[in-house]
């Protein structure tokens, strides 16, 4: 059954954030009122490959913690950005990884379509992309207002931050979530291990 769709009216802009009417109904958009929808950003689930003496890899998934001004906290999660208009998930999944963590995107593949974290609060949507990475993370990431650091983790590291998260140590993004419970249970995520 879908519902009769109303013409949403803005009530506010900002560069990054609007907020519609639509009916009764009042909820955050990153597009223009007129806007046809469209994925809004890109969650890199990112694996830092680094090479041993012995030729096999070290394999760890990269995690960032961010200030997050509106909860007031530092978050763990995914890279993460905004896809520009007509942006390949590749090219942002490059960008957004070199911005927030100074590594470079070796291969991006498994990219999801369009879903929607907070569908009550917001029409934002964000595609997920699985990717592998290497270099040296940056010491001072992030573009100007961004406060962020730059985590590799192993499967020991995953299940030591989801206890930290269990004793309220820890603040975690909804996305990343399953993402670290997969890796400290099994070992692996989207068809790559982590040692």
Known sequence: MTEPSTTPELLHATR???LCRRGKWIYASRRPVDAPPRTDGLAI???HEEPR???SLRRRLVVIEEWRVPVQAWVFDTPAGLLEPGEAPAVCASRELAEE???TLASADAASGPTFSSPGMTDESIAFIVATCSGTPSENPGVEGERIRVHLL???GCRALLERHAAGEAALSARFWPVLLSIAATGGF???SVD
Do not use: E, V
Request: aromatic content about 12%; hydrophobic content about 45%.
């Open 16 to 18: 990054w954030l609007n």
């Open 45 to 47: 689930i990112a694996f």
């Open 101 to 103: 963590t100074g590594l």
């Open 154 to 156: 192993d499967r020991a």
């Open 53 to 55: 003496a012995d030729g």
């Open 190 to 192: 989207g068809g790559r």
